[in-house]
C-alpha cells in the first residue's frame, strides 16, 4: 500500500505562484510515475501532470502547458508542482495520485484546495 500526503495549496491572486507537493510511503517499490489530477467545482476530475520515477519524462494538459511544472526527488520519494502564472479557471482541488508498473492509478491523496483571485 502506498500512503500520499499533499501539502502546499492555499489561495493566490491571479498570475500567481504556487508550489504543490506530494510526499509518498509505504510499499512504493512498483510505483512508475507519480501525477497530479484537479477537480473544480460542478467539474469532472481531470489530469494536470504526471512525471515518471525513471527518466524523469513528464506530460502535461494543454491548458497548463507552458505554466506548470512537474518534479520529483527519487530519493525523498517527493513530487511537486510548481504552478505560475495562475489564472481563476485553475481554482480546484489537486489531487497527487501513484501510477502503478501496470499504468493504473491506485492510489490518491486526500486533496488540497487551490485558490486564485481575480
Known amino acids: 500500500q502506498v500512503q500520499l500526503v499533499e501539502s502546499g495549496g492555499g489561495l493566490v491572486q491571479a498570475g500567481g505562484s504556487l508550489r504543490l507537493s506530494c510526499a509518498a510511503s509505504g510499499r512504493t517499490f512498483s510505483s512508475a510515475a507519480m501525477g497530479w489530477f484537479r477537480q473544480a467545482p460542478g467539474k469532472e476530475r481531470e489530469f494536470v501532470a504526471l512525471i515518471k520515477w525513471s527518466g524523469g519524462y513528464t506530460y502535461y494538459a494543454d491548458s497548463v502547458k507552458g505554466r506548470f511544472t512537474i518534479s520529483r526527488d527519487n530519493a525523498k520519494n517527493t513530487v511537486y508542482l510548481q504552478m505560475n502564472s495562475l489564472k481563476p479557471e485553475d481554482t480546484a482541488v489537486y489531487y497527487c495520485?501513484?501510477?502503478?508498473?501496470?499504468?493504473?492509478?491506485?492510489?490518491w491523496g486526500q486533496g488540497t484546495q487551490v485558490t486564485v483571485s481575480s
Open positions: 495520485t501513484n501510477e502503478n508498473s501496470r499504468g493504473r492509478y491506485d492510489y
